[in-house]
């Protein structure tokens, strides 16, 4: 592919390597979903109109019988671990689901071989289609005195891993308690995360009022441990993030006062845990969808 082509296939001088046809385009961009022809040159696409609009010349054409076109789904917050695979297998197993890029938390292999566990999650997901960025995880373990872990992360530990290849923030800050608390190792962390200037994951259990204020000052803009509507809404007045899972929407009357509010640009579908029967029946990330 190169820069010249993408341009010559896009003004129909080419022919595209790949068409396809009859689609219907969830458009990110306008929030509309319409019928659509898409012209892709090597990875680029450099063709989108409506369906019929222009004859689309190409190498290959691929018919979507009104099927939806979507952008590659972005996970945000999982854990690989879960679904009892390495990294190349679960590549296998959600990239035909439209997953095409994951942010994964470590943490279970971490609290059993420390930093050589998040390494491994780097080394043994290198060069796959799927694109898989890592956060350091924040609590190894979650509680100092509490858990039996394989290692024990302080400050320095997650500073030295923030400089590793495709690790991109701290994953979810859990000790939730500690953070509102200024308890000297997480605050140490989480002010390491903050002088990096990188994403700050949360992860807290139902704060509310001064203590989810508190808890947001620090610059962790997320959570996914979310129950019901009010504290979803909350943490969206605050600028959080608010990380769904898919349990929510089995409850119509969250989904019914998630459609209330006007905005959803701080509403973020993340699947978490996916157990191997649950990927295998159900998909991924499209099964939220």
């Not at 495709?166 to 989480?190: C, F, K, Q, S």
Request: net charge negative; proline share 4%; with cysteine.
């Amino acid at each position: 592919m190169s820069y010249e082509n993408v341009i010559k296939a896009a003004m129909g001088r080419i022919p595209f390597d790949l068409a396809v046809i009859n689609a219907q385009l969830v458009n990110v961009f306008t929030r509309e979903i319409y019928g659509a022809d898409i012209g892709i040159v090597g990875d680029k696409i450099a063709y989108v109109g409506p369906t019929g609009f222009e004859k689309l010349e190409a190498i290959e054409t691929i018919d979507a019988k009104e099927k939806y076109a979507v952008p590659g789904l972005i996970d945000s917050h999982l854990h690989i671990e879960s679904s009892m695979v390495i990294p190349t297998r679960f590549a296998e197993a959600v990239l035909p689901h439209g997953t095409t890029t994951v942010a994964v938390d470590p943490h279970e292999i971490a609290n059993v071989l420390g930093k050589e566990g998040v390494r491994l999650m780097l080394e043994s997901s290198k060069g796959l289609p799927l694109k898989v960025y890592v956060l350091v995880p924040t609590c190894v373990p979650a509680l100092l005195g509490v858990e039996t872990a394989g290692a024990t992360f302080f400050a320095e530990d997650v500073e030295e891993m923030l400089h590793w290849e495709r690790v991109i923030g701290l994953a979810e800050i859990m000790d939730y308690p500690g953070v509102i608390n200024l308890h000297d190792r997480i605050t140490n962390i989480v002010k390491t995360g903050v002088r990096a200037n990188v994403v700050l994951d949360g992860h807290h259990i139902m704060l509310r009022n001064r203590e989810l204020c508190a808890y947001a000052s620090t610059g962790i803009d997320a959570n996914h441990e979310n129950f019901e509507f009010n504290g979803v809404l909350e943490e969206m007045r605050v600028g959080m993030y608010a990380k769904l899972r898919k349990n929510l929407f089995f409850l119509p009357e969250f989904v019914k006062q998630l459609n209330s509010i006007p905005d959803h640009q701080n509403i973020i579908f993340v699947t978490d845990d996916v157990l191997p029967d649950d990927l295998h029946a159900n998909g991924h990330l499209d099964d939220t969808v």
